[in-house]
């Protein structure tokens, strides 16, 4: 039997629920470094890449040989700004959850390979461990309606809260205590790589009511998205 969610249906400007965990459960982020380096990935495959300008600054004489080394790593890398957006994101001691959005019908495929293979080289060789980081190869589950896009966030967002999350005190704690995209939905950060807007579009900015932040706060039933959900 297939394990959930491992069987994937690719489609182009397709909207999809990305999760993986580490091996029988254990931690793929051990410490702050860990999800900064995860995150630093992100940046640099999901921003534009200026190879202008970077080719500039190879040819520059005053770059120094270990700046050189840098950007001819960063020019051979793969870039993806062109062909997924991430819409939301949260990172978990031992899981991760990504909402992405692909323009062409294998974009997530072959971003989410350099995604996790680089950052399983980089956890390998700092902790000097061998084998698979990952429980199975990531999970790619399509969202099929405006309902289970508007859920899929929701339930991400809330991934390092309690579920007895009611106030702004209890939000405000977990997007500091786990990396999460939740900072760009209330707009207190803004993020070059994160793109919040087409979700924030559902909601009012000037009725609490009916704000992403109340959303969030009052959603406990994400029966609409279980087949989307890690177990």
Not at 142 to 147: K, M, Q, R, V
Not at 157 to 172: E, G, I, Q
Request: charged share 20%.
């Amino acid at each position: 039997m297939a394990i959930k969610n491992s069987i994937k249906i690719y489609l182009e400007n397709g909207y999809y629920h990305i999760y993986n965990r580490g091996v029988n459960k254990q931690p793929i982020f051990y410490d702050e470094q860990d999800y900064a380096v995860f995150l630093s990935y992100l940046k640099t495959y999901l921003c534009p890449k200026n190879e202008k300008e970077l080719q500039a600054r190879l040819a520059d004489p005053l770059t120094n040989y270990k700046e050189k080394d840098q950007i001819l790593r960063i020019l051979r890398l793969n870039n993806f700004s062109s062909e997924i957006a991430l819409l939301a994101y949260c990172l978990m001691p031992n899981h991760f959850h990504l909402l992405l959005k692909q323009k062409s019908l294998n974009s997530i495929d072959s971003f989410m390979n350099s995604l996790c293979v680089r950052y399983s080289m980089f956890i390998n060789k700092k902790y000097e461990r061998v084998g698979p980081l990952y429980q199975s190869v990531y999970k790619a589950v399509l969202i099929e309606s405006d309902e289970q896009l508007l859920y899929t966030t929701g339930y991400i967002h809330r991934n390092p809260f309690s579920k007895n999350l009611a106030s702004k005190d209890h939000l405000f704690h977990g997007w500091l205590s786990q990396p999460s995209s939740l900072p760009e939905y209330l707009e207190q950060r803004k993020t070059e790589w994160v793109h919040p807007k087409e979700i924030l579009s559902y909601f009012s900015k000037t009725n609490p009511g009916l704000s992403y932040q109340n959303f969030i706060e009052q959603a406990n039933d994400y029966s609409p998205i279980s087949r989307l959900m890690i177990d």
